[in-house]
């Protein structure tokens, strides 16, 4: 059974770090594309950061030089290590997994909360 459990979210003060994990079991966990999105409330779902199997690393914009995301394929687990946290990094961030070629295939953890608030 293919299952993504995300742990480490929660509520931070504006400049204050979280880091996020994503076990992953149930597939090739070191063969996949995967990556964090995340969902403000009343906005649509965006990619945070992805990390190819090449270990080749992207980021949406406003968090580069704020956010890194890593994996350990001998744990099946990857991370967001987020730093300098704003007020707008707030929101529910799921972590994803995709195979490399097509047919793409994904799968999706349940999410974890990150509000950042004074």
């Known amino acids: 059974q293919v299952q993504l459990v995300e742990s480490g979210g929660g509520l931070v003060q504006p400049g204050g770090s979280l880091r996020l994990s994503c076990a992953a079991s149930?597939?090739?966990?070191?063969?996949?594309?995967v990556g964090w999105y995340r969902q403000a409330p009343g906005q649509q779902r965006e990619l945070v950061a992805v990390?190819?199997?090449?270990?080749?690393?992207n980021y949406l914009d406003s968090v580069k030089g704020r956010f890194t995301i890593s994996r350990d394929n001998a744990k099946n687990t990857m991370f967001l290590q987020m730093n300098a946290l704003k007020p707008e990094d707030t929101g529910l961030y799921y972590c994803?997994?995709?195979?490399?070629?097509?047919?793409?295939?994904?799968?999706w953890g349940q999410g974890t909360q990150v509000i950042v608030s004074s």
């Open positions: 994803y997994a995709r195979t490399v070629a097509p047919p793409y295939v994904y799968y």
């Open positions: 149930g597939f090739t966990f070191s063969s996949y594309r």
């Open positions: 990390i190819t199997s090449a270990d080749n690393t």
